[in-house]
């Protein structure tokens, strides 16, 4: 199989909010080298800083641990859940209709939906705001709750009994410093 090669590109809208777009070429795009199918479609990742929802009041260069920030309690991360699910639900349906918009894909071309298994709540909304039944969604958060970077490949193996060669994945994530990113893959297996 050929190596991902990525170019990125880094926007700096003000001093304190940074938009970066990383996506895949499609000439970079994973082959298989015996059936030259095409394996991964391009991809996106994206990332705002939100120092107001999501955040740490020390710790870090700015403001490094002291005697008075532990004291303080400031190294505990702040979130505001309300802001943060919205975000979280419109990201993730964002990058999962870029995705399928750039493919020419409807929701009855996908086959599943492997969103990242963060909030169930999350899950539903995004699924509804993309128009993909539940029926179509991985979901496992009920039996492993938030497993990080494992939810997407988790799903995957739970469900690998269940996919046929040539469905349409679309897999959408979010998580950690307000990152979120999709990607559009073709079963070949």
């Not at 095409?38 to 955040?55: F, G, H, R, W």
């Not at 897999?171 to 893959?185: E, H, K, Q």
Request: charged content about 20%; hydrophobic content about 45%.
């Amino acid at each position: 199989m050929a190596v991902i090669k990525c170019q990125a590109l880094l926007i700096t809208q003000t001093e304190e909010l940074q938009f970066f777009l990383v996506t895949v070429p499609e000439q970079y795009c994973l082959k298989n080298q015996q059936t030259k199918t095409e394996l991964l479609m391009p991809a996106c990742m994206l990332t705002e800083a939100d120092k107001n929802n999501l955040y740490q009041p020390a710790g870090g260069s700015v403001n490094p641990a002291s005697f008075d920030t532990v004291l303080n309690k400031q190294h505990f991360i702040s979130m505001d859940g309300q802001a943060v699910f919205k975000v979280a639900v419109t990201k993730m349906a964002d990058v999962a209709e870029e995705m399928m918009k750039r493919n020419n894909l409807t929701a009855d071309d996908i086959a599943f939906l492997v969103p990242h298994q963060a909030n169930k709540r999350i899950i539903e909304a995004a699924a509804e705001r993309m128009g993909v039944g539940m029926e179509k969604v991985m979901l496992n958060i009920h039996k492993y709750g938030n497993t990080t970077s494992a939810t997407l490949p988790l799903c995957l193996a739970e469900w690998e009994p269940q996919l046929k060669k040539g469905d349409n994945l679309i897999l959408t994530t979010f998580g950690a410093g307000f990152t979120w990113g999709g990607m559009y893959v073709k079963w070949s297996i």
